[in-house]
């Protein structure tokens, strides 16, 4: 009996050891990102497309150059060896060509500030297909003593208003992580080009 009890609490430990927290996010209330690096804005879709429920995030580089990335979802409290996996759905209707989307990220290992960058963890090497939505997925190791990563949505470019557009994000981190998602709120309203670069 002994012997059972000592193996059922072994086999305690190691799923708690193991234990993971799954949440989403969808886009749904009045949020946009949780940061932008390079010549993007980002804003809310809420008529087409959409992937799931009543609205999507809106990615659009403009002017045109460099890399846009918009913060997504910042993990924090990690330590080395744990594993974050996280997935989007990306629209594009451009196959084999620009504009596309891509998963990233970069290490964050400032407590509160979202915009520090303390160096590229990488991501996947595929891009969205270009064939509607596409669901783009990556997980990451964290190592060298990092305690944050901030996830992104990139997007690659030809012109100045190239649009990609992001919708319901699953992220996958262990038991103690903390996960934040976008706090920026927008209105839910049409607004011109000239609206939305005078808040930029």
Known sequence: MNRLFTALFVLGLAQAAFAVQTDTYGWEESFTVLGISGNG????????????????????????????????????DLSDGDTVAASFY????TPSASPSGRIWAHWNDDPVDPTVNSGSAGGNDEYSAGTGWSLLSWEWTVSDGHVGLMIEARI?????????????MTVEVPDGATIVWPNIPVALQRQTWAEIKATF
């Open 156 to 168: 690659y470019s030809s012109t100045e208003f190239d649009t990609i557009w992001i919708d319901d």
């Open 41 to 76: 804005v980002a804003t809310l879709e809420y008529t087409s497309p959409v992937h799931g429920g009543s609205q999507s995030l809106e990615f659009i580089e403009t002017p045109l150059g460099g890399t846009p990335q918009a913060y997504t979802c910042w993990v924090k």
């Open 90 to 93: 990306v629209y594009d209707d």
